[in-house]
């Protein structure tokens, strides 16, 4: 069966991977060690993408955690440190995005399906080009589930109307694209825009 619809991930895939410069940022700000904020992407980021706390709660709670109480009860430095964070996501890879866009005029259905903070999508979704233009795109603060939950992949299938074997997806995280290969999504791991392009070509060809 053909590929009717290319599904993109992204963190690290439409955008460029968050640099040490926000985290250093964050030291600059606080006096707080970059350390402490770049250990951040644990169990509170699922909470963030999840839509359960706000960019601010998570850096409340990554300052209690790591015993700076004064700090963490100060909302306008974690609404501050929250913006910073949020912000160091916003650096599109114009390459993917303008590839992205260009299989949607060759035919292909274009999907997003992320996890992702409420707040970014507020502030920044309407200049993202794939995710203005996307045909569908699923977004897990907007229906509570996190990939690599097999929900969110079956409700991006069925936005776009086609069945697992139909999909392509690209994510830069091994356990999501071994949950899309599970349902029967053809499944590549990204690591890098010629790699992803590559695969993508030899696959469209297999069909």
């Given amino acids: ?17 968050q640099t040490n410069s926000s985290f250093y940022k964050m030291e600059k700000l606080t006096g707080i060690p970059f350390h402490v904020f770049k250990n951040a992407m644990g169990i509170h980021r699922q909470l963030l993408d999840l839509g359960e706390i706000t960019a601010a709660e998570l850096y409340s709670q990554v300052l209690k955690d790591n015993g700076y109480f004064s700090e963490s ?45 409420a707040e970014f999508l507020e502030k920044y979704q309407s200049s993202i080009q794939p995710f203005v233009k996307a045909d569908y795109a699923v977004f897990s603060c907007n229906i509570n589930i996190i990939k690599p939950n097999e929900k969110i992949y ?27 290969n ?25 069909k």
């Fill in 182 to 206: 599970i349902l029967g999504i053809n499944g590549i791991l990204w690591q890098n825009y010629k790699q992803a392009k590559n695969e993508f070509e030899k696959l469209i060809k297999q």
């Fill in 73 to 117: 009860n100060d909302k306008y430095l974690c609404k501050k440190l929250g913006d910073i964070d949020l912000s160091s996501w916003n650096n599109i890879n114009k390459k993917v995005s303008r590839w992205a866009i260009n299989l949607q005029k060759q035919g292909f259905k274009l999907g997003i399906l992320s996890n992702m903070p």
């Fill in 154 to 180: 079956k409700i991006a299938l069925n936005g776009l109307g086609i069945n697992p074997e139909e999909a392509l997806f690209f994510d830069d995280l091994p356990q999501n694209i071994e949950a899309a």
């Fill in 1 to 17: 069966m053909s590929i009717k619809a290319v599904i993109f991930d992204f963190g690290n895939v439409i955008s460029k991977t």
